[in-house]
């Protein structure tokens, strides 16, 4: 569309200005039955949401349409996790209609912002998994390809982050999700999901096998359908959500006689399967309720997705020609036994035709290469709550074990490594080899990643299958984390790209013409000065801590765990302060920013969530370190507040251990809004580092092929690293000196994991981490050329986004039209 002359533009936003108080004049009235006076600030987001909907709806309906107009192929999107964040403003920008509404609501005496603010981020995922899962949603609705993304209406997200002094505290999450404006209930398309119970053994007059399940439970799925609007509007797909309902909400016999609470248990225990994101799966009744959760995703999905199809009028075995099923991570894989059990079981397929129909339908994204997060669930687990579908996995290993034998004869080391069935005192299945087995195309989502899948992951599946793998590197939405995020630097592109860079991100290569202009880079400097302004007043709001805008502010942002290593941070941090305190040495003014959340379960995550705090405390509090050292950890990370942050970044740290991280989606987001990395060679950090340059990455550390190789002979010994470096010594002594915390045994797990096994290199890389840091500071104090050097990164960073990503789905993998 050709950019209208500005007096014009103006005008365009005032006629919808005007049209938009009328509406939410009527919502309020008609919807909510309040008078302007006397509504409050979260009747007024109601209403400006409900505007919002209408748009939404229309584009909604009229992509139906033209998709039921002309029929082509669609790709499910099946993930347990959708992090779609809050979607006001978000939808908002894609329909064009933010100046609009800002106009209206400040004509009515509203501050749109504010109430914008009292909007919940959707609750529906735990981290990089499922905010990749909403870019990719976003991105098919802007590109106008066909698809729907599947999930769990979970009532309850993750958890709610707080602290009792240092030690995280778990809350409830919970974020209104029934009466969200963005969710559409759809009860007249629910769906029996069944568990349990038995498989009668019985034969077709003609011999063939016929089982049939005879359930133990049976549940309702009802579908929950969030539009998801495309950049522009024109085009809306669906995120389906699915809630669990009891297929009989009273027992009657129970009620009459007097039990009252027994005769309404079966549907509290039932809606507990849609209640809470990924349970804790250490209680066997925790892991027995997430794998509920797995399979009552996949059961409800597929019932939608052979619903959609019968209405093709075409034969069952043409089911790849109209879906194209994709696997986000090993949690939705139990797809494969479902799409099995209804070919053979309820439309009479033949089992190799049916094998043949699954392959084609089904694709799988692995996300990790760390061995126990791959998924396995106990044989006897499997078999109690879907007793025929574990019959289907076992036959799919009898025929997958044969290929294996015929191409490795009795070398049973190889044969056993591709085997569905995990042996051992407790059998497990391996649902990431189901996956792979079952599935045309097995991606990583970096190119490292998905070298180590093929190399040291399952190397046995690549040397039976190789064409079935390839790279689909990760990308994040512009809109969300630079439009919406960072809306003056979006405008600051606006103004010298032109705005079609919002779906064309490849566009940044315009700004290298600009890098040598002082202008422009002053500009950059003083968007960048006031976000880090911004994000100053929010901490010292919700907080009460002073941090210090011209100082450095050094960022990492994710889920805490050993292998990201917020401890290698921390430990550096520690350094900083004794060479400050301790030794009488200048250090360049940096404030370090943690935030993210450890599983309720994971005792060293939450110790070093403690550590942080303890020494943040200790720094914050001590008046030698005013004005050079300070210490931030923000509480209860989701998207909302990561908005916040990443704008105001200065340095992006990317430091998980060399080959654990599979890609990393936070990398491309901070830089993209002009922080520089500080990264090992880790997932899609080389890439990152490819395309900006090495010298404008701060890369450190041992790379994989060194991690590994130690690993492998058992040659590492951390000792010897605490024996070479001072430095290191100095920093692990204080871990139980008493100087961070006064239980002196507090950190002592810490530190004995880092002295006789550290199992995530941290001591191996500390120095060199140091050293890198040295160079920070000191290229940070030339103002000018750091913030050319971050122009010049944002140039070349085009290639990380989404909208790629998911063309190179479409294009490889789902063979979509318009790809």
């Not at 329909?95 to 749109?112: P, V």
Request: aromatic share 8%; hydrophobic share 40%.
């Amino acid at each position: 569309m050709p950019d209208l002359p500005r007096n014009a533009e103006s005008d365009q936003i005032v006629q919808d200005a005007a049209v938009i108080q009328q509406e939410l004049a009527s919502e309020l009235k008609y919807r909510l039955a309040k008078v302007p006076e006397r509504a409050t600030e979260d009747d007024w987001l109601v209403a400006i949401c409900m505007v919002v909907r209408r748009r939404m709806v229309t584009a909604l309906l009229a992509t139906q349409q033209r998709q039921r107009a002309q029929p082509a192929k669609k790709v499910y999107y099946l993930s347990m996790e959708f992090l779609v964040g809050r979607s006001l403003v978000s939808n908002l920008l894609s329909l064009g209609m933010l100046d609009a509404a800002r106009m209206a609501m400040s004509n009515m005496g509203l501050d749109l912002e504010r109430i914008a603010d009292r909007e919940h981020d959707a609750a529906l995922g735990n981290g990089g998994l499922g905010r990749l899962a909403a870019c990719f949603v976003e991105s098919l609705s802007t590109l106008g390809l066909p698809g729907m993304g599947c999930g769990i209406k979970y009532d309850y997200g993750l958890f709610r982050q707080e602290f009792d002094g240092a030690s995280q505290v778990e809350r409830a999450d919970f974020w209104d999700g029934d009466h969200s404006p963005w969710v559409i209930e759809r009860a007249d398309e629910s769906c029996i999901v069944n568990l349990y119970g038995h498989v009668e053994e019985h034969h077709a007059l003609d011999g063939a096998y016929r089982p049939t399940w005879v359930p133990g439970a049976t549940l309702l799925g009802i579908p929950n359908d969030m539009p998801i609007i495309g950049f522009g509007g024109r085009t809306a797909n669906l995120l389906r959500l699915y809630s669990a309902r009891a297929s009989e909400v009273l027992d009657m016999g129970v009620f009459n006689a007097g039990d009252y609470v027994r005769a309404v248990q079966h549907q509290i225990s039932t809606e507990t399967i849609s209640k809470v994101l990924y349970p804790s799966d250490e209680p066997s009744q925790g892991r027995e309720l997430r794998l509920i959760q797995e399979y009552f995703l996949t059961a409800c999905a597929l019932h939608d997705i052979l619903r959609e199809f019968s209405d093709s009028g075409l034969p069952i075995e043409d089911l790849p020609k109209r879906a194209a099923i994709q696997l986000n991570d090993t949690h939705p894989t139990l797809v494969i036994a479902e799409l099995m059990r209804l070919l053979v079981d309820h439309y009479h397929l033949l089992w190799d035709v049916a094998w043949s129909v699954t392959q084609a339908t089904c694709s799988y994204t692995n996300h990790t290469l760390l061995p126990e997060a791959l998924e396995r669930w106990p044989v006897e687990l499997l078999t109690r709550v879907l007793p025929r579908h574990m019959q289907i996995i076992y036959e799919i290993n009898s025929r997958m074990l044969e290929v294996a034998r015929q191409r490795w004869g009795d070398d049973d080391a190889r044969v056993a490594a591709v085997s569905l069935i995990e042996e051992g005192p407790t059998r497990h299945v391996r649902m990431a080899h189901l996956a792979i087995v079952g599935s045309h195309s097995i991606n990583g989502v970096a190119q490292l990643h998905t070298e180590l899948i093929k190399q040291s992951l399952v190397p046995h599946f690549y040397e039976l299958m190789p064409e079935r793998f390839n790279n689909k590197t990760n990308g994040i939405t512009p809109r969300r984390w630079l439009a919406q995020a960072n809306p003056e630097l979006s405008a600051l592109f606006d103004e010298t790209l032109g705005p079609e860079w919002v779906v064309d991100l490849e566009r940044l290569r315009g700004l290298a013409r600009h890098v040598d202009d002082s202008a422009l880079v002053q500009r950059l400097a003083r968007i960048k000065r006031a976000n880090k302004e911004r994000l100053a007043r929010y901490v010292h709001g919700t907080m009460g801590l002073v941090i210090d805008p011209a100082s450095l502010y050094d960022v990492q942002i994710k889920r805490i765990h050993e292998y990201k290593r917020q401890l290698l941070h921390i430990l550096h941090v520690i350094h900083l302060y004794l060479r400050l305190v301790d030794h009488g040495h200048d250090i360049a003014p940096r404030t370090h920013l943690f935030a993210g959340k450890a599983a309720p379960g994971y005792a060293a995550a939450k110790r070093i969530i403690h550590l942080i705090r303890s020494v943040a405390r200790t720094i914050n509090s001590d008046p030698r370190c005013r004005g050079r050292l300070s210490v931030v950890f923000l509480p209860d990370y989701k998207v909302t507040l990561a908005e916040r942050i990443i704008p105001a970044a200065d340095v992006s740290e990317q430091i998980s251990t060399a080959g654990t991280e599979a890609s990393g989606t936070g990398n491309m987001k901070l830089a993209l809004n002009g922080a520089l990395t500080v990264g090992t060679l880790d997932g899609a950090n080389i890439e990152i580092r490819d395309c900006v340059g090495p010298e404008n990455f701060y890369a450190f550390g041992l790379l994989a092929e060194q991690v590994g190789a130690m690993r492998r002979d058992g040659s590492y010994r951390p000792s010897d690293c605490v024996a070479a470096s001072p430095a290191l010594r100095e920093v692990l002594a204080t871990l139980v000196d008493g100087r961070f915390e006064s239980d002196r045994g507090m950190y002592v797990p810490l530190r004995d994991e880092l002295l006789h096994r550290d199992h995530y290199f941290h001591l191996a890389d500390f120095d060199a981490y140091a050293d890198v840091h040295g160079a920070i500071a000191d290229d940070f104090k030339d103002e000018r050329t750091w913030h050319r050097k971050a122009l010049h990164c944002m140039t070349h960073l085009g290639h990380f986004s989404s909208d790629r990503t998911v063309r190179e789905y479409a294009r490889d993998i789902w063979k979509l039209a318009h790809a």
